[in-house]
């Protein structure tokens, strides 16, 4: 009976001992819990980690997936009817501009040519006759006018004939390629068939689509730079932006020119295309001192020449999982790395410098 009075006393007395020690010593445990916190405990001032980071040249290229294409294509279609006499070239054949590829057949062109040249000979003799009689008074205006009527009308039927003859003459509206052949010696032609069809392949256009978020980026004459599934690269200008984007995806077309001179470049390729932008001043940042603030704008805390924290919406450039771009910063800030979530806009903090070239 005696061991169990003593046994309860003893938990008594440990119980009493334990609760005693909780009141006397809180005191320095609440230094403990503040210093783990990151907190001076004789100025009750927070401690942040800061790092001092300046802004760098920064051009985030954009790269995007293009095709090659033709800087011209034209099909080339007979303006007058006849049979194709004889081809001059033929598919897959380099022309020059206004170069004969093609003849067809004169007919009765040269008699129709010959004649009309006469008609409107005789009908100049017949206006300057008339109007020789008519400043001497011995002929009438209506005469003279009909007179000149005469010779336009002679006129427009030499022009109309020379033109028809000289259309016989199939001529390449530009220096490229031909790239198909629709026609063959003897093949009979009425006004509008297709005969050929020729590309300009110099300069060749790689022609790109970039999203919205990217296009206010791009200016004409930027510089860009192609690389091709067999690794060969090229390099070129912007030359095109389209004003108006794609409905279905809400990008715009982009073409960039470069030089094709041996038309090595074929139309259709594939080709990685990066483009360059221009060069901004931004911050490198780790993705983990972001924040947000009580309107859920997106910046990060830095300590001012007072030792205050201060947010700062930020514009994020890029991002990756090890780091960020952003502007929207002073050149040289005091960046909060580690603490940031534990103060607040205004906070009067201690900054401890950061240790090493990292980002933290």
Do not use: C
Not at 26 to 51: F, H, I, Q
């Amino acid at each position: 009976m005696k061991s169990s009075k003593y046994i309860a006393a003893g938990i008594s007395v440990v119980a009493l001992i334990w609760i005693l020690s909780g009141i006397f010593f809180s005191g320095s445990g609440s230094n403990a819990k503040e210093s783990v916190l990151g907190t001076d405990p004789t100025t009750k001032v927070a401690e942040v980690r800061v790092r001092d980071i300046a802004a760098q040249s920064y051009a985030n290229d954009i790269v995007v997936t293009g095709r090659t294409n033709a800087s011209r294509t034209v099909q080339i279609k007979a303006k007058t009817k006849g049979q194709i006499q004889v081809l001059l070239k033929e598919k897959g054949v380099r022309v020059e501009e206004h170069e004969v590829i093609a003849r067809i057949e004169l007919s009765d062109r040269e008699a129709k040519v010959i004649e009309a040249k006469q008609r409107f000979a005789q009908r100049q003799i017949e206006y300057d006759a008339a109007k020789s009689l008519e400043d001497k008074g011995f002929n009438s205006k209506v005469t003279l006018t009909r007179s000149l009527a005469d010779l336009e009308t002679a006129r427009a039927v030499l022009t109309k004939v020379v033109i028809d003859q000289e259309n016989t003459k199939i001529k390449a509206p530009f220096k490229g390629l031909i790239y198909d052949q629709m026609i063959e010696v003897g093949d009979y032609v009425s006004v509008g068939d297709t005969m050929f069809t020729v590309v300009d392949m110099d300069p060749i256009e790689l022609v790109v689509f970039v999203s919205e978020r990217n296009i206010s980026s791009i200016r004409l004459g930027h510089n860009a730079s192609a690389e091709f599934y067999n690794g060969d690269t090229v390099t070129g200008k912007v030359s095109y932006i389209a004003p108006v984007a794609y409905q279905a995806t809400r990008t715009f077309r982009v073409e960039i020119s470069t030089p094709n001179p041996g038309y090595s470049i074929k139309d259709g390729l594939t080709a990685k295309v990066r483009i360059s932008v221009e060069e901004k001043k931004a911050h490198k940042i780790s993705p983990s001192v972001l924040s947000l603030n009580d309107v859920g704008q997106i910046g990060v805390k830095i300590v001012d020449a007072q030792n205050k924290v201060q947010f700062v919406p930020v514009t994020i450039l890029s991002d990756t999982s090890d780091y960020m771009w952003i502007l929207g910063l002073p050149e040289n800030v005091k960046l909060i790395t580690v603490g940031q979530d534990f103060v607040s806009h205004g906070q009067a903090v201690r900054p401890v410098a950061a240790d090493g070239d990292g980002l933290l």
